[in-house]
C-alpha cells in the first residue's frame, strides 16, 4: 500500500517506522524530521496517491486545518485514517467532509502509549464504515494488537474517552484509598493483596499500581516518569467532558476528575508526572 503519514511525533514517528518495514510510507510534520521515512514537504504531498492517509495531530482544530490541506490532494476512495485523540464532533466533522470529496474515514485513536506505537503493540477503537475498517485493518496489525470496530464515524473517539473518564476516576479513587489506608495503619502491600483479589480491583491497582513496590513493575517504581502523563490524562478528560456537555449527560465523577487532574496539572508540580502520581499528591494532603 501507499501510505501518506502526517504528524511525526512522539507516536506518529514509531508508528510510521513499523509501517514503513512493510508498505511505502512518505511522512511529514512541521516540526519532527524523524530519520528511517522518506518526507514530503507538504501535507498535500504526502497524501496525494496515497491509498491510506494516516494523521497522528496533536488536537481536533489541528486535525480539522491539515484535512482541508489534504482532502482535496487525495485520490478518490482513499482512506483518512486518523490516530489522534481528538473531540468527538471534529472526528465527525472530518468524516463528512472526506465523505464530500469522495473519500472514506476511520476515526482510530489508540491505547498504549509510546511502547505500544514503538513495540507495534497498540489498541485501535474505530470509528466508520465497515469497508473503510477493513481496508486499514491489515495496518492496524501492524501497528498494534487490536483493532475494535465501535461503529459510525465518531464512535472511536468516544469510546476512548470514554474508557479514559473510568481510568481517570478509578486512578483518583485507588490513590486517595491507599492514602486513607496509610493513615490508618495499612501496609501497602496487604492493601494491594486484599483490594487486587477483592470487589475493588481495577487496571489501576492491578496492573498499573500507584504504589511503589507493589503490584507488578509501574511508572510509581520509576519515581512517576510517564508511563501516561497526567496532562494527557487532563487531555483525555476535558475531551469527555466536552462530549458530556454537548449530549447533556451527566458525568458528576468525570467532572470530579477532570477537576483534580487540573489542579494537579496546572497548581501542584503534576505537569510531566505519570497520572498515577496522585498517590503522593493524596499523601501529603490532609482533609480540608
Ligand atoms: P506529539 O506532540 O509528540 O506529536 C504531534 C506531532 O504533530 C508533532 O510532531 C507536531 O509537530 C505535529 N504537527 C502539529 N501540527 C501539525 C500540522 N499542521 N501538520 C503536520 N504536523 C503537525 O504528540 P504525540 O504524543 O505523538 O500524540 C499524538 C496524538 O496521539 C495526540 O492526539 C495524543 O493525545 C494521542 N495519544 C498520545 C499518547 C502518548 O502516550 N503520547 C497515547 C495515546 C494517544
Redesign the pocket.
Known amino acids: 500500500m501507499k501510505i501518506g503519514f ?7 514517528a514509531p508508528m510510521a517506522a513499523n509501517l514503513a518495514a512493510q508498505h511505502n510510507v512518505t511522512g ?5 524530521k524523524p530519520d528511517g521515512i522518506a518526507l514530503a514537504s507538504t ?1 498535500a504531498a504526502a497524501a496525494k496517491d496515497a491509498d491510506v492517509v494516516i494523521t ?4 481536533g482544530d ?1 486535525l480539522r ?2 484535512a482541508n490541506e489534504i482532502h482535496s490532494a487525495m485520490k478518490p476512495g482513499a482512506v483518512h485514517l486518523d ?4 473531540d468527538v464532533e471534529s472526528a465527525r466533522a472530518v468524516a463528512a467532509q472526506a465523505q464530500e470529496a469522495s473519500l472514506q474515514a476511520v476515526d482510530a ?6 511502547g505500544g506505537a514503538t513495540n507495534g503493540t497498540l489498541t485501535f477503537m474505530a470509528g466508520g464504515p465497515a469497508d473503510a475498517f477493513a481496508t486499514v485493518q491489515p495496518l492496524f496489525d501492524i501497528m498494534g494488537q487490536k483493532a475494535v470496530h465501535c461503529g459510525d464515524a465518531g464512535n472511536g473517539q468516544a469510546a476512548k474517552i470514554c474508557n479514559n473518564m473510568i481510568l481517570g476516576a478509578t486512578m483518583i479513587a485507588t490513590c486517595e484509598a491507599f492514602a486513607l489506608a496509610d493513615k490508618l495503619g495499612l501496609d501497602r502491600q496487604s492493601m494491594f493483596d486484599v483490594v487486587s483479589t477483592s470487589s475493588g480491583y481495577s487496571w489501576s491497582m492491578n496492573a498499573y499500581c500507584p504504589a511503589p513496590g507493589v503490584g507488578p513493575s509501574s511508572p510509581a517504581d520509576n519515581d512517576y516518569q510517564p508511563g ?2 497526567a496532562e ?1 490524562m487532563l ?2 478528560l476535558n475531551l469527555s467532558q466536552m462530549a458530556a456537555a454537548a449530549v447533556h449527560a451527566d458525568t458528576p465523577m468525570g467532572q470530579a476528575a477532570t477537576e483534580l487532574y487540573k489542579t494537579f496539572v496546572e497548581d501542584e508540580d503534576g505537569l510531566g508526572k505519570d497520572f498515577s502520581a496522585m498517590l503522593p499528591r493524596f499523601q501529603k494532603r490532609t482533609r480540608a
Not at 6 to 12: K, P, T, Y
Not at 83 to 86: A, D, Q
Not at 109 to 114: A, E, M, R, T
Open positions: 502526517i504528524g511525526l511525533g512522539n507516536m506518529g511529514y510534520d512541521t516540526v519532527a501535507a497522528m495531530l496533536p488536537n489541528i486545518a491539515v490516530c489522534s485523540t481528538v485513536p489508540v491505547s498504549g502509549g509510546i501516561f502523563a494527557l487531555k483525555d
